[in-house]
């Protein structure tokens, strides 16, 4: 069996990425039913700064 090196498993998953990047993307768009949300990861001066760019550019999402 032939040992598995490093650019062996980034090309495996690259490769892996784009198949599945391509299935979803020729796959059905869905339709949102709800308003939009976003999630912020980060509750430090990074994640406040964030939010408040979120909340001035797009008053109507609801961001978490």
């Known amino acids: 069996m032939r040992k598995l090196t490093r650019r062996d ?3 495996a998953a690259g490769g892996a990425g784009l198949i599945g990047l391509s299935t979803s993307a020729f796959g059905r ?3 949102a039913q709800g308003a939009a949300k976003v999630v912020i ?3 430090g001066p ?3 700064t964030v939010a408040h ?3 001035k550019g797009a008053p109507n ?3 978490t």
Request: hydrophobic share 50%; aromatic share 16%.
């Open 29 to 31: 768009f869905a339709i």
């Open 9 to 11: 498993f980034g090309k």
């Open 61 to 63: 999402l609801d961001a």
């Open 41 to 43: 990861v980060g509750g």
């Open 46 to 48: 990074g994640g406040a």
């Open 53 to 55: 760019y979120v909340k």
